[in-house]
C-alpha cells in the first residue's frame, strides 16, 4: 500500500498519468480468485448441511407420522388425524425446501460459470515485417472490395 503511495507521489511530482502495473492487476485477481473460492467452499458447506439436516426432518417425520397414524386409529380422535395431517404438510414442506436448495445451488454454480476469467487484450503488437503488413492489408481491401462489388450485383 506505501509503494502505491509513493508511485502516485512521484507521477504527481514529475507531472505523469500514474498506472497500476500488470503485477499489481494479477495480484488482485488473484486475490479475487481466492475469495471466489473460499465463497464456493462456505456455499458447498452450506448447502450439505443444509441437505442433511432436511434430509434428517424427512426421515423423522415420517417416524412420527406412522406413530401418530396407528395412534389416530386406535382412538379413532378428530384431533389426531388433525395432527397426521400437520405432519404430512410439514413433510411436503422439508421436501419442497429439499428440492428449491438442490435448484438454488445450481442457480449459484452457473453464476460462478458466467461470471469466470475473462481474456482482455489491452495492447497488442504486431510481429512481422512492414512488407508482410501491407501485403495483408492490401489482400484484405482487395477481398472486401470484392465481397462489395459482389453484393452490388446481386441486387
Not at 502495473?21 to 494479477?26: A, D, G, K, L, Q
Not at 434428517?56 to 386409529?73: F, R, W, Y
Amino acid at each position: 500500500m506505501k509503494e502505491k503511495n509513493t508511485e502516485k507521489n512521484i507521477s504527481e511530482i514529475l507531472d505523469i498519468e500514474y498506472t497500476v502495473s500488470s503485477e499489481t492487476e494479477v495480484e488482485q485477481e488473484t486475490e479475487t480468485e481466492i475469495v471466489k473460492s473460499e465463497t464456493n467452499k462456505d456455499s458447498d458447506t452450506d448447502y450439505n448441511l443444509v441437505r442433511k439436516n432436511l434430509k434428517n426432518l424427512i426421515k423423522q417425520s415420517e417416524a412420527a407420522i406412522e406413530g401418530i397414524l396407528d395412534v389416530a386409529s386406535e382412538s379413532e380422535s378428530p384431533r389426531a388425524y388433525e395432527v397426521v395431517s400437520q405432519l404430512i404438510h410439514s413433510s411436503l414442506d422439508a421436501n419442497g425446501k429439499l428440492l428449491d436448495i438442490h435448484k438454488k445451488m445450481k442457480d449459484l454454480n452457473k453464476e460462478d460459470e458466467k461470471s469466470g476469467p475473462k481474456s482482455i487484450t489491452n495492447n497488442s503488437i504486431y510481429v512481422g515485417s512492414t512488407a508482410e503488413l501491407q501485403k495483408f492489408l492490401a489482400e484484405r481491401k482487395k477481398s472486401k472490395e470484392l465481397e462489395d462489388k459482389n453484393a452490388d450485383e446481386k441486387q
